[in-house]
C-alpha cells in the first residue's frame, strides 16, 4: 500500500487499544491539484510547532533570517481565492496579522527556534528540501501523479535590479500598526523563492495493481549525438566567397537559362523556383521521419508482486543503411523490445525478430566444484552459461561466459565456435572495466576473475598447438574461430571463414589464421597491392614488373646469347607454403566464402525399443535424441538437461525448448495451414506469459504476420511461385515508388520478421500488447475481468469506453482519453499535460506552491464537475498485540476471490457462517500453497524405453508451508437498522457515563473516614492540652500563646 504514494492519516483509540490508519487519495474538483512539502531548514522559519531537526550548515543570509535567533521580516500572506493562492492587500494584510495575533499565542514574527545539532554539510548542496506533487484523476480509477524533487539552492540571495537595489519586506511592529507607506511598498516586493540546485522529476500512473510510466531512452540519446557529431564532421564547409556564384548557378541551371541570357529574365523566376521545390519536398517527405529529431522512450511496468516489465524501441536492429539521416514508415520501422523481470531475478527478452531470449543473475550460475585445468577451458563445466536464445523455428542458441556460442537444431544436429585468444582477451578486459564501474555487484567481479581464469588456460592450451599442423583432438574440440558441427546423423565437420591469399613483393608467400574475419595486416597488404588489370610481366599478377620488350636489344650481343643470360639471371621463385585450405583438405562452400574440412565421424549408439517401438541414439558427445513413431516427434536431450522436442501435424511443426529453471519457450510454425503462420508462446515461472508473433511491413505499410512457408523455401532455395499479375504489378509500382521517394532501403529485408508484436499476459490479468511499431496498450486485469476476454474485439471495446492507456514509444509518450472526454498525457522528460473536456481553459501557468501542505487547485474549479467515483481509500485497524485489519471494499473481495481461483496451488473455502457473537456474519478463506524455494516452470514427463531409463529416482520434496488469507463478509444494514443501532449505542453511552461517575465516587466513604479520624485525635489533642492548662495556672499565659 505505501508504494502507490497516498495521503496517511492515522489516530489511536485508547478503548479499544488500536490504531486506526487511513490511505486515501484526495477527490479533486478539476481533475487536478498542486500541494508541497518542505523539510529541514525551509521547515524552520515560520513554524508553530516545529520540532528541532538535524539541518545542514545554512549559509549567513539565511542563518539570520532563518535559524539565527533573530527576529525575520513578516513573510507575504497568502490567501485562497477561486483561482488560488494570491497576496493579500495592504489593508487586508494588517488585518489578517492582528487576527492572526489575537487568535494563536504564538505570534509568527517572533524570532524562529535555533537548532541545537547542525550537520557538517553545505546547506548550498544538501539542504532546503523541498517537493511538489501534481495530481490528476481521470474516470477510469487511474492516478497521474507528478512529484519534483528539490534540494540545494543556486542563489542564497536576489540577483541585483540594474539601478544596484534591491526592496526588502518591512516588517510591522509587535502590534501590527505599521507605516502604510511601509506596507504599500512590501505590496511591490516579489518574495525571492531562489531555485533547486538539484531537481529530479517522476511521473507514474497508478491504476488498480499496476504502477508504470515514461522515460526517455537514453541508449538512443547517446546514438543521436554521435550521429550529429559524424555529420558536423563529414560536412564539408563551403568558401564564403563562391556562395553567390554557386547560387547563380544553381538558378540558372534550374531554369535553363544559358550563359549568354540577360539578367532580367533570370531574375524574374527567382522567387517561384524555391518555393516550387519546397512543395515538392513537402509531397515527398510526408511518411519521412528523421532519426536526429526523433524521440524513443521507454516504457516501464511494475506489478503489485514486484515483477517488472520495459518495452522500448530496438534499435540496436538497424532499420535503415547506415551513414543514411532519415528513413520512411511506408517501407520500413524499428522494431520493439519487451523485457520482463520475474522475482527470481531471471530476465525474459521478446526482440523484434520474434527470438527469445533469457538470462539469469550469475549468482545463480556458478558451480560449487570442479575448479581443475581441463574444466577451465571454453564450453566447459566452469564457462558458465549466461543467456540462451530461441529463434522462431525452435533453434536454440548458448551464449556462454567466455563468448562460446553453442548451437542446437530441433533435429539434433549440433554446432559450436570457440572464441579466438584476442577475442577472449577483449571480453576479459571488457568484464575488467565493468567490475571497476561504481555500483557493481560482487556477481561482476566474480565473471571477471573467472573469466581470467578461462583465459590463461585456453592460451596455455593453444600455446602447445602449432597453427601449421593442428591436432586432431584440437580439431574435434574446435579450433579457435571455427564451427564444429556434428549432424543428427554422426557427421562431423569443421568449417570457417575463407582467408584470402596474399603475395608480397618478392615472395609468394600466403596468410592463414583462424578466426573469422581476415587479419588488420592482410586487409592492409591488399590495399596496397595493385589489382590484376594492372600491368605485369604474366597476365593477372598483382606486382607489375618492367616491361621487357620496352628495353633496346644491345648491339653488340645477339640476341640469343641476350636471352640466354637473362634466363640464367632470374633465380628460380620459392615454393609457396601451404594454404589453410590445404592444411585441412577443405573445399569452398557457400559461393566460395568459406571452408569446409570433414572429420572422423562421432560414435554413435542405435538402439530401438521392441515393445514401444522408442528409437534411441546417443553418441559420445552427450546428446540422446529419442524418436516416437506414432507421434512422429522426436526429442533432443542435451548434456545439460536442455529438452528440445519437435513434432510434426498436418498444419506444420511444434517444437519445445524447456529446462529446469528456464522459462519454457514453445514455437507454433504452421507453414502448412492454409494461411501460413507462427507464433511463439513463453511459460514464464511465476505464471505469465508471452505471446510473440513474426509481422512484417506489407504493400499497404500495414503489420502482418510473416509467411513461414515463403521464408522457408526461400532458404532451401526452391523457386518462387507465381504470382497474379495485379499482384505483380503492386510490386512493381511499390518498388518504384521506394526507388523514388526513400533514401534507403530496409537492411532487415531478407530477414523472417522485422516487427514481432508481443502480448504479455500477467497471472493477475494485467494485459500490455506491443503491436510491433512502438504503440503499446496497458489495460488492468480488472478491466478485463469485466468483459470477460482479451481478444482482440474485446480489447477494442475496452478502448471505446476510455480504459486503455497507449504508450508510443516510439515517440516518447503515453495517451489516454477518458470516458468523459479529457486527454491525459505523459511525456519521457517527466512532463504532464492535461485538457479537460469542461473547463474555460487550460493553458494556464502551474502554481509555485509558495505555501506548503495547501492545495492549489484549478482556476474553474468552482463549477467543474466532481469525478462520479473517487480514489478508493484503503482503512487498516492495528490491535495492541500486533494482529491488524483491513476494511475492503466488495470489489477488492471479488477480484482477489477470481485470482484465487485460477490459482491452481490455491483453495477457496467460501460462504461459512461464523459462530456467536458474528452468527449473522459468513466467513470466506483462501489456503494457498507457497514454495520456500526459488519456483520454476515444471518440466513436461518424458516416456523413456524401458532398457534407458532403469531406476526412475523419486523427485525430491520440496518445502512449503500455507498462506492464509480470510475475509468477514458483515450482513449489509437497512435504515432502519442503522437508526436502531444508533438510539441503542446512544443508551449505551450513557450507562458508560454513569458508570464511569460511579466508578470515580468508588473509596470517597474510605477517604471521609479517614478524614472524621484526623479530626478525632486533634480533639483529644486539645482536650489534653486545655488539662494541662488547668493543672498549672502559672503557665496559663504561655499555654493560650501556643494553643494559639
Known amino acids: 500500500a505505501s508504494c502507490r504514494d497516498y495521503f496517511v492519516d492515522m489516530k489511536y483509540m485508547e478503548r479499544q487499544d488500536c490504531l486506526l490508519v487511513a490511505m486515501h487519495h ?25 520540532e528541532l531537526k538535524l539541518c545542514p550548515i545554512p549559509t549567513f543570509n539565511d542563518w539570520w533570517q532563518l535559524v539565527s535567533g533573530q527576529p525575520s521580516p513578516a513573510p507575504p500572506v497568502y490567501a485562497e481565492t477561486e483561482e488560488g493562492f494570491t497576496t493579500l492587500p495592504s489593508s487586508k494584510k494588517a488585518k489578517k496579522r492582528k487576527e492572526s495575533k489575537g487568535s494563536h499565542a504564538h505570534d509568527p514574527l517572533k524570532a524562529p527556534k535555533c537548532p541545537k545539532q547542525v550537520l557538517d554539510l553545505d546547506a548550498r548542496e544538501v539542504g532546503y528540501c523541498k517537493a511538489i506533487e501534481k495530481i490528476l484523476v481521470p474516470s477510469d480509477r487511474s492516478i497521474i501523479l507528478r512529484t519534483a524533487y528539490q534540494r540545494g539552492v543556486q542563489n542564497c540571495v536576489p540577483e541585483l535590479s540594474r539601478d544596484g537595489q534591491v526592496l526588502k519586506p518591512v516588517a510591522d511592529d509587535e502590534d501590527g500598526d505599521g507605516d502604510d507607506s511601509a506596507e504599500e511598498e512590501a505590496d511591490d516586493f516579489d518574495p525571492f523563492v531562489p531555485l533547486p540546485r538539484k531537481e529530479l522529476h517522476s511521473v507514474r500512473v497508478i491504476k488498480d495493481n499496476l504502477t508504470f510510466g515514461m522515460v526517455s531512452d537514453a541508449a538512443w540519446l547517446d546514438t543521436v549525438e554521435a550521429m550529429r557529431g559524424r555529420v558536423s564532421v563529414e560536412e564539408p564547409t563551403p568558401p564564403e566567397e563562391d556562395e553567390d556564384a554557386k547560387r547563380a548557378e544553381a538558378l540558372r541551371a534550374a531554369q535553363g537559362i544559358a550563359d549568354g541570357d540577360g539578367e532580367a529574365e533570370a ?54 543503411t547506415p551513414g543514411d539521416t532519415s528513413w520512411d514508415v511506408s517501407s520500413s520501422r524499428p522494431g520493439v523490445q519487451v523485457t520482463y523481470t520475474p522475482p527470481s531475478g531471471a530476465v525474459v527478452q521478446a526482440f523484434s525478430d520474434a527470438s527469445i531470449r533469457q538470462s539469469w543473475p550469475p549468482q545463480r550460475l556458478f558451480p560449487p566444484a570442479g575448479r581443475e585445468a581441463d574444466e577451465m577451458l571454453p564450453g566447459q563445466a566452469q564457462d558458465i552459461e549466461l543467456a540462451r536464445l530461441v529463434t522462431p523455428f525452435g533453434v536454440l542458441v548458448i551464449e556462454r561466459l567466455s563468448g562460446r556460442k553453442d548451437v542446437h537444431h530441433p533435429s539434433g544436429t549440433r554446432a559450436w565456435r570457440n572464441p579466438t585468444i584476442e577475442e577472449l582477451q577483449e571480453r576479459s578486459e571488457h568484464f575488467k572495466e565493468l567490475a571497476k564501474k561504481k555500483g557493481c555487484d560482487v556477481a561482476a567481479r566474480a565473471c571477471a576473475e573467472r573469466l581470467a581464469e578461462i583465459c590463461a588456460a585456453w592460451e596455455a592450451n593453444q600455446g602447445e598447438e602449432d597453427d601449421m599442423d593442428p591436432s586432431e583432438q584440437n580439431k574435434y574440440f574446435g579450433m579457435p574461430g571455427h564451427w564444429r558441427v556434428t549432424t543428427c546423423s554422426g557427421r562431423r565437420f569443421g568449417r570457417t571463414l575463407k582467408v584470402e591469399e596474399v603475395a608480397e613483393p618478392g615472395t609468394a608467400t600466403g596468410s592463414r589464421t583462424g578466426s573469422q574475419r581476415p587479419s588488420a595486416d592482410a586487409d592492409r597488404v591488399s590495399k596496397d597491392v595493385p589489382s590484376s588489370h594492372g600491368t605485369g610481366s604474366r597476365p593477372g599478377s598483382k606486382i607489375p614488373s618492367k616491361d621487357i620488350s620496352s628495353k633496346e636489344p644491345s648491339k653488340d650481343v645477339p640476341a640469343e646469347a641476350e636471352d640466354d643470360e637473362d634466363l640464367e639471371s632470374e633465380p628460380e621463385p620459392p615454393e609457396p607454403p601451404p594454404s589453410l585450405q590445404d592444411i585441412l583438405e577443405a573445399v569452398l562452400v557457400d559461393e566460395g566464402s568459406n571452408i569446409e574440412y570433414e572429420l572422423d565421424p562421432v560414435p554413435m549408439l542405435v538402439q530401438r525399443d521392441p515393445h514401444t517401438g522408442i528409437t534411441s541414439t546417443s553418441n559420445e558427445e552427450g546428446m540422446l535424441i529419442l524418436a516416437y513413431p506414432e507421434e512422429e516427434s522426436n526429442v533432443c536431450i542435451l548434456p545439460d538437461g536442455t529438452r528440445v522436442s519437435q513434432t510434426e501435424d498436418a498444419e506444420g511443426t511444434e517444437v519445445v525448448v524447456e529446462k529446469e529453471g528456464a522459462a519454457r519457450v514453445t ?33 499497404k505499410a500495414e503489420l502482418v504476420a510473416a509467411d513461414p512457408q515463403a521464408f522457408l523455401a526461400k532458404l532451401r532455395g526452391e523457386p518462387e511461385e507465381d504470382i497474379s499479375p495485379a499482384l505483380e504489378i503492386a510490386q512493381q509500382q511499390n518498388a518504384m515508388s521506394q526507388h523514388e521517394f526513400c533514401r534507403n532501403s530496409d537492411p532487415r529485408e531478407d530477414s523472417y520478421s522485422t516487427n514481432a508484436s508481443v502480448i504479455l499476459r500477467h497471472v493477475e490479468g494485467t494485459l500490455v500488447h506491443s503491436k510491433g511499431a512502438g504503440e503499446v496498450e496497458v489495460v488492468s486485469g480488472r478491466d478485463i475481468a469485466a468483459i470477460g476476454s482479451d481478444n482482440e474485439k474485446a480489447l477494442k471495446t475496452l478502448q471505446d469506453k476510455g480504459c486503455v492507456y497507449l504508450a508510443q514509444v516510439d515517440y516518447d509518450r503515453i495517451y489516454l482519453r477518458d470516458d468523459d472526454g479529457n486527454h491525459f498525457e505523459v511525456k519521457g522528460d517527466q512532463s504532464l499535460d492535461f485538457k479537460l473536456s469542461v473547463s474555460m481553459g487550460d493553458d494556464f501557468a502551474s502554481p509555485r506552491c509558495v505555501v506548503p501542505q495547501k492545495p492549489f487547485k484549478h482556476p474553474d474549479a468552482s463549477f467543474l464537475p466532481l469525478p462520479e467515483e473517487a480514489p478508493q481509500p484503503r482503512l487498516f485497524v492495528v490491535w495492541g498485540d500486533g494482529e491488524a485489519e483491513e476494511l475492503l471494499l466488495r470489489r477488492d473481495y471479488e477480484e482477489a476471490m477470481r485470482l484465487a481461483r485460477k490459482d491452481p496451488n490455491t483453495l477457496v473455502v467460501e460462504g461459512e457462517r461464523m459462530a456467536w457473537p458474528m452468527s449473522c456474519c459468513k466467513s470466506h478463506s483462501i489456503h494457498r500453497i507457497m514454495h520456500m524455494d526459488p519456483v520454476t516452470v515444471p518440466v513436461r514427463p518424458l516416456e523413456l524405453p524401458p532398457g534407458i531409463c532403469g531406476t526412475v529416482e523419486q523427485p525430491e520434496m520440496k518445502r512449503t508451508f500455507t498462506q492464509f488469507r480470510q475475509f468477514i463478509e458483515y450482513p449489509e444494514i437497512s435504515d432502519q437498522k442503522l437508526k436502531e443501532w444508533e438510539s441503542a449505542y446512544e443508551v449505551y453511552r450513557q450507562q458508560e457515563e454513569e458508570q464511569r461517575l460511579l466508578q470515580n465516587t468508588l473509596g470517597e466513604g474510605l477517604k471521609n473516614a479517614r478524614r472524621s479520624m484526623n479530626a478525632t485525635l486533634q480533639v483529644e489533642q486539645l482536650a489534653k492540652l486545655s488539662q494541662a492548662a488547668a493543672s498549672e495556672p502559672e503557665a496559663s499565659e504561655q499555654a493560650r500563646d501556643g494553643g494559639a
Not at 518555393?275 to 515527398?284: C, I, R
Not at 524521440?295 to 535503415?320: A, S
Request: charge should be negative; hydrophobic fraction near 35%; aromatic fraction near 8%.
Open 667 to 699: 514455437c507454433h510454425v504452421k507453414d502448412k495451414a492454409y494461411v501460413p503462420h507462427s507464433m511463439v508462446k513463453v511459460e514464464i515461472e511465476d505464471g505469465a506469459t508471452m505471446e510473440v508473433v513474426p509481422r512484417r511491413l506489407n504493400l
Open 267 to 320: 531574375e524574374e523566376p527567382a522567387e517561384e523556383a524555391p518555393h516550387e521545390e519546397d512543395e515538392g519536398e513537402q509531397a515527398v517527405n510526408v511518411t519521412e521521419r528523421y532519426l536526429q529529431e526523433s524521440r524513443f522512450g521507454c516504457l516501464w511496468l511494475v506489478f503489485k508482486d514486484g515483477t517488472r516489465c520495459t518495452v522500448r524501441m530496438h534499435h540496436e536492429r538497424l532499420w535503415y
Open 26 to 50: 484526495r477527490a479533486l474538483p478539476g481533475r487536478v491539484l498542486w500541494h508541497s512539502w518542505e523539510g529541514d531548514l525551509l521547515t524552520l522559519a515560520g513554524s508553530e510547532t516545529q
